[in-house]
């Protein structure tokens, strides 16, 4: 990935990387809290707080997604470093990626975001950070 340019490096910093932890674990909390006033605007800081928690592994390690990877990059990185045993925990965030862009860039079709659809994703994002929170814990801190 750092051939092809979706990764670079970066200075590697674990105060970064729990600095992101700690913003993730913010928008898990507002998300909830704004679920049913603004479901869009809680879906993308529930899909921020999982981007956020990806991010923070590869901050740790010295990477994070160029312009041209992106949020996919960061997912595809972290699940291959830690698909065993982990990826059932972190495949929810792709589906949540494109349902995110549906709600940011709907079109005629696209369905209305709901508090419902939010409040079922709030767990599957927290499981996202514990597990982001837990590979910190086991790294090396730079």
Same mark, same amino acid.
């Given at each position: /990935? %750092? ?5 670079? !490096? ?8 729990? !600095?992101?932890?700690?913003?993730? $674990? ?7 809290? @704004? ?7 809680? &879906?993308?800081? %529930? ?31 972290? !699940?291959?470093?830690? #698909?065993?045993? /982990?990826? $059932?925990?972190?495949?929810?965030? #792709?589906? /949540?990626?494109?349902? $995110? $862009? #549906?709600?940011?860039?709907?079109? =005629?079709?696209?369905?209305? /975001?709901?508090?419902? #659809?939010? !409040?079922?994703? =709030?767990?599957? @994002?927290?499981? =996202? ?12 801190? &730079?």
């Amino acid at each position: /990935m %750092l051939e092809s340019g979706e990764l670079e !490096r970066v200075q590697a910093s674990r105060e970064h990387a729990d !600095r992101l932890v700690d913003q993730a $674990r913010r928008h898990l909390e507002s998300a909830e809290k @704004i679920c049913d006033s603004d479901p869009e605007g809680a &879906y993308d800081t %529930l899909y921020d707080a999982g981007r956020k928690a990806l991010w923070a592994v590869l901050a740790n390690q010295g990477l994070r997604p160029s312009h041209r990877g992106g949020h996919l990059a960061a997912y595809h990185a972290v !699940r291959a470093q830690l #698909d065993p045993p /982990m990826g $059932r925990q972190l495949r929810p965030f #792709d589906r /949540m990626r494109r349902q $995110r $862009r #549906d709600a940011e860039y709907p079109q =005629i079709d696209t369905p209305e /975001m709901v508090p419902s #659809d939010v !409040r079922a994703d =709030i767990p599957k @994002i927290s499981e =996202i950070v514990d597990v982001a929170a837990r590979v910190l814990d086991t790294m090396p801190v &730079y």
